[in-house]
């Protein structure tokens, strides 16, 4: 009654296969982890992936420096100790890295204005890959730029290591704003757009149809409660990253609980009221408007 | 029954998918019905059928049982109630999983004589596409996402699918489940197995 599939029509890496691991992050939480106690705390409290890195941002910001991909050891650890999907971030514009991430099993890179960037005029190629990339953006046109280069989730940029929400929230805006501007227009004012934002007209045609990205759409940079993951959840992102805000904060464990509870009931302030309590301190933080733009990580890429 | 109504466990993962899948099924395959997202016990009261959806099965257990989910879940199971579980939702239908489904302390729901192995493929770089013959079907395109496996089966569970000596799709009474995402492919046919159970 069964019958044997054909190995060689097994088909890898197709754009369904990159936009459907991302889909099934939706509603949930990554989140970053410099080791594997820091990767099993996240996954008991229910991450849907985790980041893997040496530093994270709010480290990366303050030791300054040439952040680079995370050394293969420390991704391999965490690989080994989670269930769950890892991330892994690459310099922007730095493809070898992301071949060397693809390789060492990761599920998901993260081109990321986090890190350093390695090439002043391009992007990674993101379709080469079998795997599946994340990118930050901070407007539509960004975002569908990435998206062309094969991007299969977008994140807003916000600004990352801060524990200051006010530039994701920013992003989002940004891009729900322009997306909602486009319902509109004609076919010529469309095509204006795309000339005006940088991006391909196929792109915003489409966009404008769908009235969202094509590709899920996740908040990151700056979230470091309960309520600012919500907050992002209600601004219509489809999950949360969070950085620093977890193991920075006074009480990891609950923390880390407590943004999972909050991202899927961030429509509840009931249950948004009951999992903020008793998480201690979040993240001492930095405000964005103390740092001067040309330290700021968001004006990093093309 | 007049109207099938269908809940969509929507705690985390692929929600929206499904419950577009499901409208547009309900529609080519000539079947009145509604699917609405459920995240509360509240919820649960005015449904007839449920789908445990694609995500990361571990997270979504947690919610689970942190929210008061499983309970009714079972409940309805024993009431005869339809259900199907696709990816995560098939790993968490199964009795028995591998050795990382006991590692993570993940609770299954436990509504299927069958053992399951967590991500049976491993990274998301052999994730894949491939044809897959299913019973009454014929050919479908299945859509594996690290996937899991049923590998094993016992008791009255009907094999719907395999991928060599695994099992990808299975059915016992009023329960099916597939490792593979009926809801990411536009091929409204899968539907037709899960509402002839209603």
């Known amino acids: 009654m069964t019958r044997e599939i054909d190995l060689e029509k097994m088909r890898h890496g197709t754009e369904l296969l990159k936009r459907g691991f991302a889909r099934m992050q939706k509603g949930g939480v990554v989140m970053d982890v410099t080791n594997a106690d820091q990767a099993h705390i996240a996954e008991e409290a229910g991450a849907v992936a985790v980041m893997a890195l040496e530093r994270v941002p709010a480290d990366i910001r303050a030791q300054g420096g040439v952040a680079r991909m995370a050394d293969p050891t420390k991704i391999i650890e965490i690989i080994d100790t989670v269930s769950i999907p890892v991330m892994a971030k690459?310099?922007?514009?730095?493809?070898?890295?992301?071949?060397?991430?693809?390789?060492?099993?990761?599920?998901?890179?993260?081109?990321?204005?986090v890190l350093t960037p390695a090439d002043p005029h391009f992007h990674i190629d993101k379709r080469e890959f079998q795997i599946p990339f994340v990118c930050g953006a901070r407007n539509l046109g960004e975002a569908l730029r990435r998206i062309h280069e094969g991007a299969a989730m977008?994140?807003?940029?916000?600004?990352?290591?801060?524990?200051?929400v006010i530039e994701a929230v920013r992003h989002q805006h940004a891009i729900m704003g322009m997306i909602r501007s486009l319902k509109s227009k004609s076919d010529q004012e469309l095509f204006q757009v795309s000339r005006d934002i940088e991006a391909p007209y196929d792109l915003v045609v489409e966009v404008a149809q769908l009235q969202r990205l094509p590709v899920v759409n996740f908040a990151a940079g700056g979230i470091a409660t309960p309520a600012d993951a919500a907050m992002m959840m209600q601004m219509g992102v489809d999950g949360v990253f969070v950085g620093s805000g977890i193991f920075k904060s006074k009480k990891p464990e609950f923390m880390a609980k407590a943004i999972v509870e909050a991202t899927t009931h961030f429509d509840d302030p009931e249950v948004l009221a009951k999992v903020s309590r008793g998480i201690g301190d979040p993240m001492a933080g930095i405000n964005v408007a103390d740092i001067p733009p040309e330290k700021q990580l968001q004006n990093r890429g093309w | 029954m007049d109207t099938i109504r269908v809940g969509v466990i929507g705690l985390q993962g692929d929600v929206e998918e499904h419950i577009h899948a499901l409208e547009k099924a309900f529609k080519h395959l000539?079947?009145?019905?509604?699917?609405?997202?459920?995240?509360?016990?509240?919820?649960?009261?005015?449904?007839?059928?449920?789908?445990?959806?694609?995500?990361?099965s571990t997270t979504i257990s947690k919610l689970l049982t942190k929210f008061q989910l499983?309970?009714?879940?079972?409940?309805?199971?024993?009431?005869?109630?339809?259900?199907?579980?696709t990816c995560a939702g098939c790993v968490l239908l199964a009795k028995e999983g591998d050795e990382l489904v006991e590692r993570t302390r993940t609770e299954l729901l436990g509504l299927m004589d069958m053992s399951v192995d967590r991500n049976a493929f491993g990274p998301q770089r052999e994730s894949f596409e491939a044809d897959i013959h299913v019973e009454g079907l014929g050919n479908y395109p299945g859509v594996f996402i690290r996937a899991p496996l049923i590998k094993k089966t016992w008791g009255d569970v009907e094999v719907l699918s395999k991928i060599d000596d695994d099992i990808v799709l299975a059915k016992q009474g009023n329960i099916l489940a597939a490792s593979f995402h009926p809801e990411l492919t536009g091929d409204s046919r899968f539907y037709r197995l899960f509402f002839e159970m209603f």
């Open chain 2, 70 to 85: 499983r309970d009714v879940i079972l409940k309805m199971a024993s009431e005869g109630k339809p259900i199907l579980g």
């Open chain 1, 90 to 113: 690459a310099r922007i514009g730095h493809f070898v890295e992301a071949q060397i991430l693809q390789v060492l099993g990761a599920d998901m890179i993260d081109e990321s204005e």
């Open chain 2, 30 to 56: 000539g079947v009145k019905g509604e699917a609405i997202w459920v995240r509360r016990p509240l919820d649960m009261e005015t449904v007839h059928g449920v789908v445990l959806p694609g995500g990361e």
């Open chain 1, 154 to 164: 977008i994140r807003t940029k916000g600004e990352a290591g801060t524990g200051d």
